[in-house]
């Protein structure tokens, strides 16, 4: 009896000191990264939960390894991503939302014990935008309006980097889709790849620029007035953050499910380039932006 008691008290304390395990929080290290790392991390501190800051870890993959590695314990990653570590990235699943994070939800589980947490209602891709006056003027409100300008010899001059404009998920992808070409003298290509820079250029019309490759939820697209061109064709896979957990991580922690599926639900494209906003063209601290995020939606205190 003794014996059996001792037992069950070992196994509670054993319980006891594992679930209060800090949870290693990584990010990438771009700005938006920055931000829903912190919106993660703030979470967790306020529900009682112990945390280690890896946040602005690095790209894609060097978090993604760390998180497979078990270096990490959770960290915001997007939908559409998955169809490229699953080599998916045909699959048609991944340009529609819903399925986009049901199946990656479903492949990382079965492959990889990660959990996916509901993802937010923004979807970061690759875009066009072009300045608001131009939009205007040639009634410019998707791809397809895009195509039809470029088509009748509209005065079109578009920046983007390399990437964009050579990436077959990128420009290829949406002369394809939509039936125009970009001749070379249309194109203003830019070293790097630098959102802030091409938003800029076309928003200011540098160098006749009216046009600019953009991600949707960039912070600079809330204070230039630039177009973003909606894509009715689904070209672009569904990019919606989420956090990831590993599955062992998330069951010492089963309550934090909630609130940070809370966190990121009024994540909103509008709101997020407003959050990206201050973090990439104000300079604010990605913790200050995210801690005034989440007491404003009274999700902390």
């Known amino acids: 009896m003794r014996r059996r008691l001792a037992a069950v008290l070992l196994a509670l304390i054993v319980c006891t000191v594992h679930a209060q395990e800090p949870l290693r929080v990584g990010s990438k290290a771009d700005n938006e990264g920055a931000l829903l790392g912190q919106v993660v991390l703030q979470v967790l501190r306020h529900h009682g939960v112990p945390v280690v800051d890896r946040t602005q870890l690095g790209p894609t993959s060097i978090v993604r390894r760390a998180l497979l590695n078990g270096d990490l314990d959770v960290y915001p990653e997007y939908t559409g991503n998955a169809a490229f570590f699953f080599h998916r990235e045909s699959d ?5 939302a819903a399925k986009a994070y049901a199946l990656a939800a479903s492949l990382d589980h079965s492959a990889n014990h990660l959990v996916w947490l509901a993802p937010a209602p923004a979807d970061n891709h690759w875009a066009i935008g072009v300045r608001g006056d131009v939009a205007t003027r040639e009634s410019l409100r998707t791809l397809r309006d895009f195509a039809r300008w470029v088509n009748r010899g509209g ?8 990437e964009f404009v050579e990436s077959d998920a990128a420009l290829p992808a949406f002369q394809s889709a939509y039936g125009f ?17 091409t938003i800029k250029a076309a928003a200011e019309g540098i160098s006749g620029v009216n046009a600019s490759m953009v991600y949707s939820t960039d912070g600079a697209i809330a204070i230039t007035g630039l177009v973003v061109l909606d894509d009715p064709a689904h070209v672009e896979l569904a990019y919606q953050p989420a956090a ?7 069951q010492r922690y089963p309550a934090v499910r909630a609130p940070l599926e809370a966190a990121f639900r009024p994540l909103t494209v509008d709101m997020l380039r407003r959050l990206n906003a201050r ?11 995210a801690a005034d995020y989440l007491r404003a939606e009274g999700l902390v205190r």
């Not at 990831?244 to 998330?250: H, I």
């Not at 973090?279 to 932006?289: F, H, L, P, R, S």
């Open 92 to 96: 048609p699943a991944f340009r529609d």
């Open 155 to 162: 005065n079109v001059l578009l920046a983007g980097s390399a």
């Open 181 to 197: 070409n970009l001749r070379g003298d249309q194109l203003l290509v830019l070293a790097g790849g630098d959102t802030s820079a």
């Open 244 to 250: 990831v957990f590993r599955e062992e991580a998330l």
């Open 279 to 289: 973090t990439q063209i104000d300079g604010e601290d990605a913790a200050k932006v």
